[in-house]
């Protein structure tokens, strides 16, 4: 896959004019998500979410991402939700042993990332069973 990042929506739309796939997850608003490049997960910082479709939308944005020449993830401020489904994303792809280890690394990187206990909590759970899963079908 091309690269990732991470940010607000309000860089979203130069994103996509720049050839990017996108990925959104503000419930507050979307942007380009109705394009052929790009998918919407609506997360809402705090809440847990349903672990089925948490999965389902790391599927998704890991075949987006593998099909684009970048991907990048929003939500409003580009610093928890989006942080937080990078690290999940950077562990399925493998970048990463585990989903602390790649959490910390979007940490270190984008040193903004806010510590909002939930969707994290949820992404980590989504993102450790999918590993568990690939690993016994290994």
């Not at 052929?36 to 997960?41: A, D, P």
Request: with cysteine; net charge neutral.
């Amino acid at each position: 896959p091309g690269p990732l990042t991470v940010g607000p929506a309000s860089k979203a739309p130069d994103m996509i004019w720049a050839g990017w796939s996108v990925c959104g997850l503000c419930i507050e608003c979307y942007v380009g998500t109705n394009m052929r490049r790009g998918m919407y997960c609506p997360l809402s910082d705090g809440v847990g979410c349903d672990q089925e479709s948490l999965k389902a939308a790391l599927h998704a944005a890991m075949e987006l991402w593998k099909e684009s020449q970048g991907l990048y993830v929003y939500c409003m401020g580009g610093r928890s939700r989006s942080t937080s489904f990078a690290a999940g994303l950077l562990t399925l792809a493998g970048h990463f042993t585990s989903y602390d280890e790649a959490f910390n690394h979007v940490a270190k990187t984008h040193p903004s990332t806010g510590s909002m206990p939930e969707p994290r909590g949820s992404i980590k759970a989504a993102t450790e069973a999918m590993l568990a899963k690939t690993q016994v079908a290994a």
